[in-house]
T-cell receptor, first 116, second 110 residues
Framework: GENVEQHPSTLSVQEGDSAVIKCTYS??????FPWYKQELGKRPQLIID?????GEKKDQRIAVTLNKTAKHFSLHITETQPEDSAVYFC???????????????FGKGTKLSVKP | DGGITQSPKYLFRKEGQNVTLSCEQN?????MYWYRQDPGQGLRLIYY???????QKGDIAEGYSVSREKKESFPLTVTSAQKNPTAFYLC?????????FGQGTRLTVV
């Protein structure tokens, strides 16, 4: 089955700096890679995702890159703010064009702390 | 109000007892998932279901059971065979892309 490795487990940055979180996956059939943010005491929420036919996707200060050959993808947060402090999870899944979905496997998470 | 609802929010279980965690969604999602969250362990998949009356084991299914008799409901039973059940349990559902999570159930064995 799929295995997703995520690094680092903790990350501390100064406000305004950039933060990068990296993930690798094992199943070459996986073609959908979402990132979730979980604030303290709250449920995880999707912040950005990418499909395997795209190499990069941006949404304001957040970007995700994907290298299918190396089977790794990364989350980039620029101009970090204290409200970016949370636990971030990457995930991988097989999505079929017919609509059926494989299981959604998560990495172990990265606790990001942004110091003002 | 559409969404995915888990109940109860807190649950206490005596050793040797089975308990059932509820997960209901009115989003018309086909796929539903149960995850266990422990500190430093991320979200580990217990069971998932793509359609009614069908479900598959995840990475840590031992000691757990599920049913999917209705599209809207995916209850999780934590049996006495689960040796370390104290954890935070999250249910999720999805249709195509985004998975939506419930607010979670914190289970404690007393």
């Amino acid at each position: 089955g799929e295995n997703v490795e995520q690094h680092p487990s903790t990350l501390s940055v100064q406000e305004g700096d950039s933060a990068v979180i990296k993930c690798t996956y094992s199943d070459s059939a996986s073609n959908y890679f979402p990132w979730y943010k979980q604030e303290l005491g709250k449920r995880p929420q999707l912040i950005i995702d990418i499909r395997s036919n795209v190499g990069e996707k941006k949404d304001q200060r957040i970007a995700v890159t994907l290298n299918k050959t190396a089977k790794h993808f990364s989350l980039h947060i620029t101009e970090t703010q204290p409200e970016d402090s949370a636990v971030y999870f990457c995930a991988a899944r097989v999505m079929n064009y017919g609509g059926s979905q494989g299981n959604l496997i998560f990495g172990k998470g990265t606790k990001l702390s942004v110091k003002p | 109000d559409g969404g995915i609802t888990q109940s109860p929010k807190y649950l206490f279980r005596k050793e040797g007892q089975n308990v059932t965690l509820s997960c209901e969604q009115n989003l018309n999602h086909d796929a539903m998932y149960w995850y266990r969250q422990d500190p430093g362990q991320g979200l580990r998949l217990i069971y998932y279901s793509q359609i009614v009356n069908d479900f598959q084991k995840g990475d840590i299914a031992e000691g757990y059971s599920v049913s999917r008799e209705k599209k809207e409901s995916f209850p999780l039973t934590v049996t006495s065979a689960q040796k370390n059940p104290t954890a935070f349990y999250l249910c999720a559902s999805s249709k195509y892309r985004e998975a939506f999570f419930g607010q979670g159930t914190r289970l404690t064995v007393v």
